[in-house]
């Protein structure tokens, strides 16, 4: 791929001004499908650089019970892979320059078959996609699927990761890759920062991409100390517990302030 992906670019413009990316997470669907896109547009309103969607699944092994109620909640509306797609379509109209992540499981992506999900997603106009069961010693077709259709695969690496599947994801990762800063589901608690900041310059070395850091980050006291040794700050639960505890009339100022909140702080570091 010779053209720069806008996940590339985001990165790029942000090394130029000095600034660390934020990655706000929210499932799609949730609290309710015609809520998705607005939540998007308030995001970057708030300051996201970058937005991880989730696509419900019925059995999402890797989330904690905050994301896995999310998932639920968008399962009641029927809300599927398709559905997701049309979301970022929608969002695209009027925002060219954001990148989307999608991030959810294979069994939706298989149901539709690669290639032509692969196809819809170019379509409508997502970035990157983050499958958290492709094992990456299994994806060497799926990446190249996504990459014939300008999407970046991303994959996941934690603290247990063993240093053969750190090179392995380094050929095939593009955009930059999520690493996960603690052992157990997202949501959970007890970063070990120390961990994080030996662990990160391992996997820039490794792969030359930006390394986004996600799993238990739940203030911005901990998104700003993340800020100093990682290029990304990915922050899911905290936000999808929001969405939660909203009515629909205070979600989109809640979710707003959320975000600001966490954009001041991950500047100020």
């Not at 639920?72 to 990148?99: C, I, S, Y």
């Amino acid at each position: 791929m010779n053209n720069m992906s806008r996940i590339e670019i985001t990165f790029q413009q942000l090394k130029q001004q000095g600034k660390k990316a934020l990655i706000p997470f929210i499932t799609a669907g949730d609290p309710a499908p015609r809520h998705t896109v607005k939540l998007m547009r308030k995001l970057v309103e708030a300051g996201a650089d970058i937005i991880e969607l989730g696509v419900p699944f019925s059995d999402p092994m890797a989330d904690g019970p905050t994301i896995q109620r999310a998932s639920e909640r968008a399962l009641q509306h029927g809300v599927g892979l398709r559905d997701v797609l049309a979301m970022v379509a929608e969002f695209r109209k009027r925002n060219k320059t954001t990148p989307v992540v999608l991030m959810g499981y294979a069994n939706p992506i298989e149901a539709m078959g690669q290639e032509t999900f692969a196809a819809a997603a170019e379509t409508a106009g997502v970035d990157g996609v983050l499958t958290v069961d492709y094992p990456p010693e299994e994806s060497v077709e799926w990446a190249a699927c996504l990459e014939r259709h300008a999407i970046d695969p991303i994959f996941l690496l934690s603290p247990t990761t063993p240093q053969a599947r750190v090179e392995q994801v380094a050929k095939l990762a593009r955009g930059f890759i999520y690493y996960v800063s603690l052992k157990g589901v997202t949501g959970a608690a007890s970063l070990d920062l120390g961990e994080v900041a030996a662990k990160i310059p391992q996997i820039q070395a490794a792969a030359n991409l930006p390394v986004g850091v996600g799993f238990g980050i739940r203030d911005n006291e901990t998104a700003r100390r993340m800020a100093q040794i990682a290029d990304a700050v990915v922050i899911g639960s905290r936000i999808v517990q929001e969405v939660e505890s909203s009515t629909v009339k205070t979600l989109p100022a809640n979710i707003y302030n959320l975000v600001y909140g966490f954009r001041q702080a991950i500047d100020g570091a």
